[in-house]
């Protein structure tokens, strides 16, 4: 199916989720993430897509009562990043997110970037300048800003806003970033910026993005997962999933018979 | 009304007037409902403005027989003594360090307090503690006066040797207990006010749980919790049983904690509980002892106000 010699990044196996009061959420996924490539879930509301997202950096642990089952391994150590031993705040160490909703922090746009170096303890005014301009720029966000970062990060627009925690993202040099539907509250010309921007992130880093917007799968993503009630219907190369799916449910799908 | 075109003329005629006589009714229904609920808005107001009123037209009175100059700046307050003197900075000193106590316990116990009711316990726990801390509120203020007197000041007694029955250190922490709950029920409202997306976001970078609160959510609160200090400034400053009972009634200009000390409002529910005639200088002292009071919050509270909007965020 994907012949190429990329590594992998990450895989999860046979991963199960389990919500609060026992709602079998994710079924059985097996699925690889390919380094420096974007990987797209798609699939209709209530798909798990954004669930299963959300295992990678364990958020569903600051809500009580939620089960993991299975694995998510990481490369090239082999953690399990699921694994009881693993202190989720490792995780996001290593695996950023950026949200469906901008949610930049009351802070000013540069303290928003330096959050996350804040917060590991790096308090060198050089380093973090250094860090904030470098995350600023591979953001795109730098040439409109860099007059003005200490205002408050509210006072940009939505899209300026999104780029902003991209930026907050980058600052710490994760392994891998995870999108979930980023452009979901944004206009086109944003959302254009956007996905721009991940094409680029690219060379640095291993991408996992949920969308609801086909077409923007089509667009941005190198390998495309189909999910439905909970589970991997389809997964495969995106052109390969848009132009000659094999299942007919990712079929009925893309071509918008169903969905 | 496009059905109302296809009818006969006299018809439609009828139709309308009894529309019209249905419109009247209901105009007039409107009318009285709105009229009611102006006037229990009202009622709040026109209380304010009749205190207002009273408190300056008395004042007034006061200031024809005191100048405001020796008003401001006498250092004694001794209006029912044969040798009066009318100077409210004693009274005010009094006040101020009494408040300035009980806000030096009740800002951190109850910032503290409510970060940790929001951000850390459980839902039980939150569902245990909040109603109790509630409770507190509704024990009453002369409660509190007798626990300031009699249990708080013989046990900083043990301590502080030479510390006299009457001070103000004892009614000011009482004081600060008094009004934790407050503080710390606005504020904690103000930070479960906080959206969930924000935490989200401070999890997402690897922050722990104290560092998200600190860093992230108690600066998204801040104008609430402000608004909640203000809320305790102002008890503080009214607050009349607790002084009036354990702080003593001599009006002393000092700071210091350890003397005893009169306030505005005890020195104000003194002469009103007292016999003292109408109309006479004592009596009309109250008055503007109670109009400087007044100031006083006023100040408190725009400036609370002044500090809420320029902290104001939204999300």
Request: glycine share 6%.
């Amino acid at each position: 199916m994907v012949t190429t010699s990329t590594p992998i990044k990450a895989e999860s196996r046979d991963l199960n989720f389990y919500y609060n009061g026992g709602h079998k959420a994710l079924k059985g996924i097996t699925m690889p993430l390919y380094e420096k490539k974007i990987t797209a879930l798609i699939g209709p509301s209530g798909c798990g897509k954004s669930t299963f997202l959300r295992c990678f950096n364990r958020m569903h642990d600051l809500y009580p009562g939620n089960r993991y089952d299975g694995q998510i391994i990481m490369h090239p150590d082999n953690t399990n990043v699921l694994a009881n031993g693993v202190d989720p705040i490792e995780v996001r160490m290593r695996i950023s997110m950026v949200f469906q909703k901008p949610n930049p922090f009351p802070k000013s746009i540069y303290e928003n970037v330096a959050y996350g170096l804040r917060v590991r303890g790096e308090n060198n005014k050089r380093v973090v300048d250094d860090k904030v301009e470098e995350a600023l720029k591979g953001a795109a966000l730098w040439d409109e800003v860099k007059n003005r970062l200490h205002d408050l990060a509210f006072n940009l627009s939505g899209g300026q806003q999104q780029r902003l925690c991209i930026a907050r993202a980058l600052a710490t040099d994760p392994e891998i970033m995870l999108f979930d539907e980023p452009t979901s509250a944004l206009d086109p010309i944003a959302t254009a910026n956007i996905e721009e921007l991940m094409s680029e992130l690219r060379n640095k880093l291993t991408i996992l993005v949920v969308t609801h917007n086909m077409q923007q799968a089509a667009r941005v993503s190198d390998y495309t997962a189909y999910m439905y009630l909970g589970e991997l219907i389809e997964y495969g190369d995106t052109d390969m999933i848009f132009t000659r799916p094999t299942r007919k449910e990712t079929e009925d799908y893309i071509t918008g018979k169903f969905g | 009304m496009n059905t109302a075109t296809q009818v006969l003329p006299n018809q439609t005629e009828l139709k309308i007037s009894a529309r019209l006589a249905k419109n009247v009714r209901r105009h007039f229904v409107e009318r009285v409902i709105e009229f009611l609920l102006m006037l229990a808005a009202m009622s709040a107001v026109a209380t304010t403005m009749a205190i207002v009123a009273i408190l300056l037209y008395e004042s007034l009175s006061f200031f024809e027989h005191v100048s405001i100059i020796d008003f401001l700046t006498d250092t004694q307050w001794t209006p029912l003594f044969e040798d009066a003197h009318y100077g409210i900075l004693p009274l005010v000193s009094g006040t101020l360090t009494t408040s300035a106590i009980a806000l030096l316990v009740a800002i951190p116990i109850g910032t503290i307090g409510a970060i940790y009711l929001s951000e850390f316990a459980s839902h039980r726990t939150r569902e245990t503690v909040k109603p109790i801390l509630e409770l507190l509120v509704g024990v009453p203020t002369v409660v509190f006066g007798y626990f300031a007197l009699l249990f708080v000041t013989p046990l900083l007694q043990k301590f502080i040797p030479g510390l006299p029955g009457f001070n103000m250190l004892g009614p000011g922490i009482v004081m600060g207990i008094m009004i934790v709950p407050y503080i710390s029920s606005v504020a904690e409202d103000a930070m479960r006010a906080v959206p969930m997306s924000m935490r989200e976001g401070s999890y997402a970078m690897g922050a722990t749980r104290f560092q998200t609160a600190i860093r992230v959510v108690t600066p998204a609160a801040i104008s609430g919790i402000i608004a909640a200090y203000i809320l305790g400034i102002s008890r503080a400053v009214g607050e009349t049983m607790v002084v009036a009972l354990a702080a003593g009634q001599q009006p002393n200009l000092t700071f210091n904690p350890m003397e005893s000390a009169s306030t505005i409002t005890a020195y104000i529910v003194q002469v009103a509980m007292g016999d003292l005639p109408h109309g006479s200088i004592g009596y009309q002292s109250i008055f503007a002892a109670g109009l400087v009071l007044m100031l006083m919050t006023l100040i408190f509270n725009i400036l609370g106000h002044l500090t809420r909007k320029k902290f104001r965020e939204t999300y």
